[in-house]
Structures are given as C-alpha cells and as structure tokens.
C-alpha cells in the first residue's frame, strides 16, 4: 500500500540553486496539496490542485511553483532556494471535498 | 479570516486521560478535524466531527465540540506511550467547492510521563 510517496526525502541545497520535490500518490485522487511544516507554525498551504492540469496558490506560494501534468503527480519547484525555504514539506492527497487528506512521510529540505 | 488556536504542550501521565483543546474562529466551518503526527512521519487523520453534533466517540476517543463557544476538545482515555505524538486541530469550509483543504492549528506535543 503506497499511499503518497514524496522524493527525495532528504536534501541540502545551497542558496539560489533549485530543486524540484516530486509527489506521486495511488489513490486515484483529484486533490493534491503541498504543504511546509515549520517550528511553532504548524502547517501552511503552499500550493493545491483539483485535478489533473490545474493548480491555485495557497497561504504561502512564494518563490514556488508546481506542476500538475498527470493526476497521480504533483510537483513542487524551488526555482531559486532562500534558507527560509529550510523546512519540512508534506505532500497531502484527497477526494474531492473531504477533509480525509492522506499525507506523505514529508522531506526535509535545508537551504545554506 | 480562519484562525484555529491550540496550546503547544500537554504533559499527563500514563494510563490518565489527556485532553486537547482547540479553538476556532470561523463559525461556517462545516467539519472539524483531529489528526496525529508520530516522530518523522507525515499526519494521520484519528477522527473528525461534523458541525451539527455535540459528540463523537471512537473507542478511547471522544469529541467534543462547543459551537457556541467555538471550542473543539479530543480526550484520549487510558493513555498509552504510544499515544505520545503531535495532534493537529482542523477546520474545513466546503463553500466554493473547499478544494483548499484544511486550515491547521500549530500542534499540540502529547507527552507521556511514565
């Protein structure tokens, strides 16, 4: 049972490179999120999607981008990484409107 | 706006029952949510309640949820060490479709005193 997986799971990046996180769940579900996890901030919506083809920005989009091409993959881009982009991120998916979102095991991102 | 409250810590003692406050400010909020975060992993939905009801109660689970006062409770009876984990109140507005998911308080840490 894959579920939602998030790659990498680890990764140090130096400031102004990119990276993209890469999503896939198996679930067949039309929404996909993004999130970041930071101390004493909870979690923060960066970037969703409804379906294949198509995202919205969340509480926190800047300096990302994502990508929705296949409905089984979403992706998230970091064209040009800051160190307050050090964080964890979760990858979520759900049915349509539902609050049952499924999550990843999250990515761990340091930017120096 | 959605703001959604809890406090960062509670510390109890196992087999005592451990009860997690959240509060929140939008009172079209359709569901409520509570779920589980266990070290290096990702959140796990436990339970949710829907707006209409008072109370929901899943096993060693209970829900209560005070619109009036828009304060949502999750007792945990019998706690176990296994328990020990962050758990994460959430509202959701379906209005528009709610495709934006959920907004999440900031956790609350579970800690297990042997």
């Known amino acids: 049972n894959a579920g939602v997986t998030q790659t990498p799971k680890f990764r140090v990046l130096k400031t102004g490179q990119s990276m993209t996180l890469l999503c896939a769940q198996d679930m067949n579900h039309e929404y996909m999120y993004w999130y970041r996890q930071d101390p004493g901030m909870g979690l923060r919506l960066i970037h969703y999607s409804v379906g294949e083809g198509t995202t919205a920005k969340g509480e926190v989009p800047d300096g990302y981008n994502v990508s929705r091409l296949k409905k089984q993959n979403f992706l998230l881009g970091l064209e040009s990484a800051a160190p307050s982009q050090t964080s964890v991120y979760f990858c979520?998916?759900?049915?349509?409107?539902?609050?049952?979102?499924?999550f990843g095991e999250g990515s761990r991102l340091t930017v120096l | 706006g959605e703001d959604v409250e809890q406090s960062l810590f509670l510390s109890v003692r196992e087999g005592d029952s451990s009860v997690i406050n959240c509060t929140y400010t939008d009172s079209s909020s359709t569901y409520l949510y509570w779920y589980k975060q266990e070290p290096g992993a990702g959140l796990q939905l436990l339970t949710y309640?829907?707006?209409?009801?008072d109370m929901k109660q899943d096993q060693r689970l209970t829900v209560l949820l005070n619109k009036k006062d828009k304060h949502l409770s999750l007792r945990i009876a019998d706690t176990q060490t296994g328990d020990s984990a962050i758990y994460f109140c959430?509202?959701?507005?379906?209005?528009?479709?709610?495709?934006?998911?959920?907004?999440f308080g900031k956790g609350t840490h579970l800690i297990i005193q042997p």
């Open positions: 959430a509202e959701a507005m379906y209005s528009g479709g709610g495709a934006d998911g959920l907004t």
């Open positions: 309640i829907f707006s209409n009801m």
């Open positions: 979520a998916s759900s049915p349509p409107n539902t609050g049952e979102l499924f």
